[in-house]
């Protein structure tokens, strides 16, 4: 089942960094590796917080994620997402 809003915000920021607010409150931050008809892959960086009950994916699934950089995929339900924000960085 296709959830329309959630769906069509995370097919707009694809391959972008953005931060992913869950409904238990939590914030990740990573790149939107891939996108499906329920879920929304997220590409976190090393050394940032991870899900602890989320699925790992594996990286070769979908061709590799980003060589050269450590980038861990993670799979969250569009059910579980409470808002999909672009990171902005200023140099």
Same mark, same amino acid.
């Given at each position: 089942m296709i959830h329309q809003y959630p769906y *069509?915000?995370?097919m707009q920021?694809? *391959?972008r960094y953005v931060k992913i607010q869950?409904?238990?409150g939590r914030i990740y931050e990573g790149v939107i590796a891939h996108v499906d008809?329920?879920?929304?892959?997220?590409a976190i960086p090393e050394g940032r917080e991870v899900p602890e009950n989320r699925a790992f994916i594996n990286p070769f699934a %979908? =061709?590799? %994620? %980003?060589p050269g950089f450590a980038f861990r995929p993670f799979a969250f339900p569009f059910a579980?997402?409470? =808002?999909v924000f672009p990171f902005t960085f200023f140099i």
């Amino acid at each position: 089942m296709i959830h329309q809003y959630p769906y *069509h915000v995370c097919m707009q920021y694809l *391959h972008r960094y953005v931060k992913i607010q869950t409904t238990d409150g939590r914030i990740y931050e990573g790149v939107i590796a891939h996108v499906d008809s329920d879920n929304v892959i997220l590409a976190i960086p090393e050394g940032r917080e991870v899900p602890e009950n989320r699925a790992f994916i594996n990286p070769f699934a %979908f =061709g590799g %994620f %980003f060589p050269g950089f450590a980038f861990r995929p993670f799979a969250f339900p569009f059910a579980s997402l409470a =808002g999909v924000f672009p990171f902005t960085f200023f140099i």
